[in-house]
């Protein structure tokens, strides 16, 4: 066992009564040592019901022969994050959860590790210190919130920050009705935004039971799915199934499409591209682009339609998705699973239930994925949408550009009636480096769908959305204004082209005229505390690969 190094010999009588000062019992310390990674906390939503899994995964471990242990992993709630400081902090904290994990699990070698996720960068961060490990494991996230019945109208917390554009257009009473209960419990946020996406990436990779990503927080199927795991992980020890045998090429492959066919957050681009440099492996914009244009768009989920992630459950979940890409021979399903069994023979009985809300392929909402990657002058690197939530007169769009060095002055100027129909905001330094930290972009495009402007105005960034924005909202344009990307030359009324079917993000500016701006170009730098942020700043690398650390 790995555990061994810790628990056996002479020069082990001190570690040996160490963990009998836990209660542990000479039998408990013979048995395969199981850490249970955990996220809960008492300010995050998705996270205040994760100590009912984890007693339900102890419950599993214990069932199947192992002895568990609970530690703790940080998590940041990105809504609450959202518009403030705050924000620059959110994917940062990806690194410092994958470290964090492989520190515990370094100095103290769990033989296994189960981990139970929820939110945001918190899947991503767990996923790739799996990945580092390289030990048996398996996911199990909190689940998602339902969603609540507002004045007759099924809600998310989208329609919350949405509600803040709208302020000026409905009552003070239905303001305080949609922020008493668009968020109704305990849960990921309700539609298919990051933390959602990544759970059903997880699912969709391998890495979670069927039903992952799913089934709702509060039924007690979660439950059930909880000590499954907590048995199931036994099953991977003891067979020596690793998280580098599941994540392959073939099976980020299968995410991948899982992806485009569910119109996932964008985000999920930027964390699969992570998760497969940790993994080893060569993943790129174009390979993902590749993907997109051969995969069928067949859910469309909060924000991009009405339906949510408790609809998806009830429609079969995950399972019935990849079921519907199966019969064209989109995926490759003869990748092992933590199930043990192929994602072939995880499909045999999975089906789509509900064909209103998992469309089959002849019926799909385009031919083509969720996710577009544009590239052009204004990207040379590429630039994500998600264009499953963008309405059909914003695929193609040509205006003037607006251009902010802060999200908060665009959100300001938005509020103040600055900003006129078919303009094109550009919000620049929030990158990777430029922030730091990418900030995530939800008030600015809540304001605008709010404010009825996102059928008429495009917002660009070398930052990020999450995964509730709608409309053409393009982000993490690479090379960022703080590495000197073109994004940090544009000008007030530049012309911005944006051809989402064809892929294209153009700036209508002469060449002669970019490089006499590049010469006198200054970039702007946003002072940082020392500490996390600083540190971050240095080592991290630009959006299209990422945004992984350097060293």
Not at 203 to 209: I, R, T
Request: hydrophobic share 40%; with cysteine.
């Amino acid at each position: 066992m790995r555990s061994d190094s810790m628990k056996l010999g002479l020069t082990r009588i001190p570690h040996r009564s160490l963990l009998k000062a836990l209660g542990l019992t000479d039998e408990e310390m013979a048995r395969p040592l199981v850490g249970i990674v955990s996220s809960e906390n008492e300010i995050i939503p998705g996270h205040i019901n994760l100590g009912i899994i984890a007693e339900a995964v102890r419950a599993g471990v214990l069932a199947a022969g192992g002895t568990p242990f609970v530690f703790p992993a940080i998590g940041v709630c990105d809504g609450l994050a959202m518009g403030h400081d705050g924000m620059r902090y959110s994917l940062v904290s990806r690194e410092h959860i994958a470290d964090s994990v492989e520190i515990m699990a370094m100095a103290h070698p769990f033989d296994a590790l189960v981990f139970i996720p929820n939110c945001d960068k918190i899947v991503p961060g767990m996923i790739m210190a799996a990945l580092r490990l390289n030990i048996p494991s398996v996911f199990v996230s909190g689940g998602p919130m339902l969603p609540n019945m507002v004045r007759g109208q099924k809600m998310t917390v989208s329609n919350a920050f949405e509600a803040v554009g709208r302020a000026g257009q409905i009552s003070p009473e239905e303001i305080k009705d949609i922020e008493d209960k668009a968020c109704p419990g305990c849960g990921s946020c309700a539609g298919m935004f990051t933390a959602n996406s990544m759970n059903c990436m997880t699912e969709a990779v391998g890495l979670g039971l069927p039903g992952n990503g799913t089934i709702p927080a509060v039924h007690a199927g979660r439950v059930r799915l909880a000590k499954t795991a907590g048995r199931q992980v036994m099953d991977l020890y003891i067979k020596n199934i690793l998280p580098k045998d599941i994540v392959t090429s073939d099976s980020l492959h299968n995410a991948l499409t899982a992806d485009m066919a569910l119109g996932c957050s964008s985000n999920t681009v930027l964390h699969l591209l992570a998760i497969a440099h940790e993994a080893g492996l060569t993943l790129d914009l174009k390979s993902i682009n590749d993907i997109s244009k051969a995969t069928p768009h067949l859910v469309k989920l909060s924000p991009a339609g009405p339906d949510t992630l408790a609809d998806l459950d009830q429609a079969g979940g995950v399972a019935a998705v990849l079921k519907e890409l199966e019969k064209e021979k989109l995926l490759r399903t003869g990748c092992i699973t933590a199930t043990g069994l192929t994602m072939a023979e995880n499909l045999e009985n999975a089906v789509n239930l509900n064909s209103d809300v998992i469309r089959d392929m002849n019926n799909a909402y385009s031919s083509d994925g969720g996710l577009a990657v544009l590239w052009g002058n204004l990207a040379p690197d590429g630039a994500i949408v998600k264009k499953g939530a963008v309405l059909p007169e914003m695929m193609q769009h040509k205006g003037p550009a607006r251009v902010f060095d802060r999200e908060e002055d665009c959100t300001e100027c938005l509020l103040n009636g600055g900003i006129k129909p078919g303009d094109v905001i550009v919000i620049r330094y929030e990158g990777p480096k430029g922030g730091p930290g990418m900030k995530e972009m939800l008030t600015p495009t809540a304001t605008l769908a709010g404010l009825g402007l996102d059928n008429t105005v495009a917002l660009v960034t070398d930052g990020r959305f999450s995964g509730a924005s709608r409309g053409a909202s393009i982000g993490h344009i690479s090379p960022e204004a703080a590495s000197g990307g073109v994004i940090g030359l544009v000008e007030e009324n530049d012309l911005i082209v944006i051809d989402i079917p064809n892929n294209k993000l153009e700036l209508q500016v002469n060449e002669n005229v970019l490089a006499k701006r590049k010469a006198d170009w200054k970039p702007v730098d946003k002072p940082v505390p020392r500490g996390c942020l600083s540190r971050y700043r240095a080592l991290v690398t630009s959006a299209n690969t990422g945004a992984v650390m350097s060293i």
